[in-house]
């Protein structure tokens, strides 16, 4: 079984839908990430969070919020979808030092019309 | 803000060849670390490097931490075409900075 669990692993929505992409792990890691990836724009974090009272933004986290039901559970929702939030979106963990690396899930493909 | 140059951008090789990748900062980095992505799967981690001059193997696969801690390169010996995919550099200060900056990652295509 995977470390790192993402649902749905692909979805078509259209405009003005609201989006729940969830994301569960069994590494025990506290902090856990998402980001989104776009061809030729790599890897960018959206919101990130240390441990479940601890809710922090990332580089272009406009459009987009979290919610950390537990340790092992971290959800990002799109509450109006639009179509350049067209994306492969991954949830990561980490370990609580802070060079420890970065593990991911398989992603979500999200398109939206 | 940090910036990683990854290069090249895509490569096209036969079988049995070995492959170099590299990536450069203009910021110093604490952690180095080596990402493979395979078609429809995330980002999955190969090496980590800790320390400046550091030389780590994973198989086929070695990494170096570059001595000015701007930069690390990935080389892969002896192509299989299971290597196919895109792989990702990334670098941390580390300390207290959460942050993971990525290269844009280089398309690697193994011809058999």
């Known amino acids: 079984d995977a470390d790192v669990t993402q649902t749905p692993r692909n979805r078509i929505t259209k405009t003005g839908k609201r989006i729940m992409l969830e994301c569960s792990q069994t590494?025990?890691?506290?902090?856990m990430y998402w980001y989104r990836q776009d061809p030729g724009l790599g890897l960018r974090l959206i919101y990130y969070?240390?441990?479940?009272?601890?809710?922090n933004k990332g580089e272009i986290s406009d459009g987009y919020s979290v919610s950390r039901q537990a340790q092992a559970k971290f959800s990002l929702s799109l509450e109006s979808a639009i179509p350049n939030q067209t994306a492969l979106y991954f949830c990561?963990?980490?370990?609580?030092?802070?060079?420890?690396?970065?593990?991911f899930g398989d992603g979500t493909r999200l398109s939206i019309l | 803000g940090q910036q990683l140059n990854q290069s090249p951008q895509s490569m096209f090789i036969q079988e049995g060849e070995d492959v170099s990748m590299n990536c450069t900062s203009s910021?110093?980095?604490?952690?180095w670390l080596w990402y493979k992505q395979d078609p429809g799967e995330g980002p999955v981690l190969l090496i980590a490097?800790?320390?400046?001059?550091e030389l780590t193997s994973n198989g086929r696969l070695t990494a170096q931490f570059g001595i000015t801690r701007k930069d690390s390169f990935l080389n892969i010996s002896a192509s299989i075409p299971s290597d196919v995919g895109i792989y990702f550099c990334?670098?941390?200060?580390?300390?207290?900075?959460?942050?993971?900056?990525f290269g844009k990652g280089t398309l690697l295509t193994v011809n058999p």
């Open positions: 990334a670098g941390h200060l580390g300390g207290s900075n959460y942050k993971l900056t």
């Open positions: 910021s110093i980095f604490n952690t």
């Open positions: 590494k025990g890691h506290d902090r």
């Open positions: 490097l800790y320390k400046a001059g």
């Open positions: 990561a963990t980490s370990g609580v030092y802070s060079n420890q690396p970065q593990h």
């Open positions: 969070s240390f441990d479940v009272k601890d809710i």
